[in-house]
């Protein structure tokens, strides 16, 4: 099956522009979405597909894929930003499979 | 607004099976996969498996052989049961709504997981 690969961990200063990238041969067959995960919590949905936000999600997440990489962009990290990042695909293997990286650590400075 | 709540047992001894169960409120249950994702303590999210308001399954194949999801549309709710546990299978484990992007071919393109349930912590040990 495939694999999603993610920097384990990610800084970024409060108010700057920081981007989480997601590897893996499934991304050149499927668009990633990805997850925000703070501590106790539940993930939540923040970007998915072509750069599709949902409802709730602010505009400074966007999401863009080239080749095998997809990234998330935050523009203007704010304190509130800090958690777990996962992102996923489908698996590009034939067995409709889904699988998900193994997450970043960000930190907001 | 579609919401998820699960429920089922939390404490597992070694060989016995998981079951949870998960109920979708205030929504379509028909249209969508509806899954269970897992994350042991400290570390990162596991696909275990989908299913389909018409029974239809995927499933990790690393769990395939113990894995059982099933559906009850009477009761838009759906339920994991996974059989053997081991240490290894202490999670928190999720259930999520499943949508996917078809393309005209009836290609998925991509899918994402939107909205979840809160999430159960299920332990095994002796």
Known sequence: SSELTQDPAVSVALGQTVRITCQGDSLRSYYASWYQQKPGQAPVLVIYGKNNRPSGIPDRFSGSSSGNTASLTITGAQAEDEADYYCNSRDSSGNLSVVFGGGTKLTVL | QVQLQQWGAGLLKPSETLSL???????????????????????????????????????????????????????????LKLSSVTAADTAVYY????????????????????????????????
């Open chain 2, 21 to 79: 169960t998960c109920a979708v409120y205030g929504g379509s249950f028909s249209g969508y996969y509806w899954s269970w994702i897992r994350q042991p303590p400290g570390k990162g999210l596991e696909w275990i498996g989908e299913i389909n308001h018409s029974g239809s399954t995927n499933y990790n194949p690393s769990l395939k052989s113990r894995v059982t999801i099933s559906v009850d549309t009477s009761k838009n709710q759906f339920s």
């Open chain 2, 95 to 126: 259930c999520a709504r499943v949508s996917n992007l078809v393309t005209i071919f009836g290609v998925v393109e991509y899918s994402w997981f939107d909205p979840w349930g809160q999430g159960t912590l299920v332990t095994v040990s002796s």
